[in-house]
T-cell receptor, first 109, second 116 residues
Framework: TQLLEQSPQFLSIQEGENLTVYCNSS?????LQWYRQEPGEGPVLLVT?????EVKKLKRLTFQFGDARKDSSLHITAAQPGDTGLYLC?????????FGEGTQLTVNP | GAVVSQHPSWVICKSGTSVKIECRSL??????MFWYRQFPKQSLMLMAT?????????EQGVEKDKFLINHASLTLSTLTVTSAHPEDSSFYIC????????????FGPGTRLTVT
């Protein structure tokens, strides 16, 4: 069974601060996706990383896939209240996704 | 692109009744659809995977006779919660994959089920 450990589970910061969310596994994934979910809505795909060592940037968000394709990180620079939400990493193995436990981020103005 | 809809967005039903939830991929053909359940402040729990025209594959612990899944076409899957009980109250989310042959899953907006 593939498991993804996501940390931290909860994070409350002030506007303008930087933060990093980590997603770790002992398993190798063919790709890894990051989603953001707001209350009462479905997750929205932010990015897919496929190649070991790959770095993708989406405005103030930087995503990195580990060289061994077992771990990933999401770094947010100068967080804003609009970044508040549940961030989920998900590793792909075949057609299935294995989800991390999620990180509930609250950015206070 | 890659829009997935769900209907209804919320439903309240009485204990013992059945509820059907629809999941549609609006602008692509979904070779595979997934059904998840999510409790408050928690991650998604996969219930079952369905491919068009074949029987769904259920995860361990999910009762296939209680959660009936039909994937009748490449754009529609339905989840029917039969003889619902209060413990079935939850947020149900579907996702679809297969757009342009890719593996990413695109999620619907979810359905909030409350069983009274």
């Amino acid at each position: 069974t593939q498991l993804l450990e996501q940390s931290p589970q909860f994070l409350s910061i002030q506007e303008g601060e930087n933060l990093t969310v980590y997603c770790n596994s002992s398993s190798v994934f063919s790709s890894l996706q990051w989603y953001r979910q707001e209350p009462g809505e479905g997750p929205v795909l932010l990015v897919t990383v496929v190649t070991g060592g790959e770095v993708k940037k989406l405005k103030r968000l930087t995503f990195q896939f580990g060289d061994a394709r077992k771990d990933s990180s999401l770094h947010i620079t100068a967080a804003q209240p609009g970044d508040t939400g549940l961030y989920l990493c998900a590793g792909a193995g075949g057609s299935r996704l294995t989800f991390g436990e999620g990180t509930q981020l609250t950015v206070n103005p | 692109g890659a829009v997935v809809s769900q209907h209804p967005s919320w439903v309240i039903c009485k204990s013992g009744t059945s509820v059907k939830i629809e999941c549609r991929s609006l602008d692509f053909q979904a070779t595979t659809m997934f059904w998840y359940r999510q409790f408050p402040k928690q991650s998604l729990m996969l219930m079952a995977t369905s491919n068009e025209g074949s029987k769904a594959t259920y995860e361990q612990g999910v009762e296939k006779d209680k959660f009936l899944i039909n994937h009748a076409s490449l754009t529609l899957s339905t989840l029917t919660v039969t003889s619902a009980h209060p413990e079935d109250s939850s947020f149900y989310i579907c996702s679809a994959s297969g757009r342009e042959g890719r593996y990413e899953q695109y999620f619907g907006p979810g359905t909030r089920l409350t069983v009274t």
